[in-house]
Structures are given as C-alpha cells and as structure tokens.
C-alpha cells in the first residue's frame, strides 16, 4: 500500500478479543500490520459501497425501458397473472 503523497490519520479502534486475535494473524499471513489490514479492508469497504451507489444512481437514472406512459407498474401489476398472454405449451403445439 503506497502512503506516497497521502495524509494517514491515526485512530483508536476497540476490538473483541477473538476478533483482535484474528487481525493479528491474518496481518502475519500477508505480512502486513494490524493497522495496515484494517485500512486495506476499510478502504475495500469503502470503494464496493461507492461502487454500489454510483451503479444505483446510474440505474434509477435511466429512463424506463418498457413502453408505458413513463410510470412503471405497481407490484401488484406486475405479479397479476390474468394480465399475461396465455402460454404455449411446447409438448403440445
């Protein structure tokens, strides 16, 4: 993790003991520190939830793809099963 040119701010965090004690492990696995672990999985945290928002944003922001008159069905439109063409069985023609 490259802290070039980047302000770090120091923080005091409180753990449980079971989840202190897995940190310090999963530090030693990638050879990390405890405080550099923390910050990589915030951060992940941190760009999965931007992510999220911004394709949220992008998705209400389109226009609807059905041809209405711009409303969308109501729930209880969309799940009435009387509204639906009759299907086709393909065993039978």
């Known amino acids: 993790?490259?802290?070039?040119?980047?302000?770090?701010?120091?923080?005091?965090?409180?753990?449980?003991?079971?989840?202190?004690?897995?940190?310090?492990?999963?530090a030693a696995r990638q050879d990390t520190s405890v405080s550099r672990l923390l910050g990589a999985l915030l951060k992940e945290r941190m760009s999965a939830q931007n992510g999220y928002e911004k394709a949220m944003r992008r998705a209400l922001g389109r226009k609807p793809f059905l041809r209405t008159n711009g409303r969308y069905l109501t729930r209880e439109q969309a799940h009435d099963r009387a509204r639906l063409p009759p299907m086709i069985d393909p065993r039978h023609g």
């Open 1 to 26: 993790m490259s802290t070039t040119n980047r302000l770090l701010r120091n923080v005091t965090v409180t753990l449980e003991e079971d989840v202190a004690r897995w940190a310090r492990i999963e």
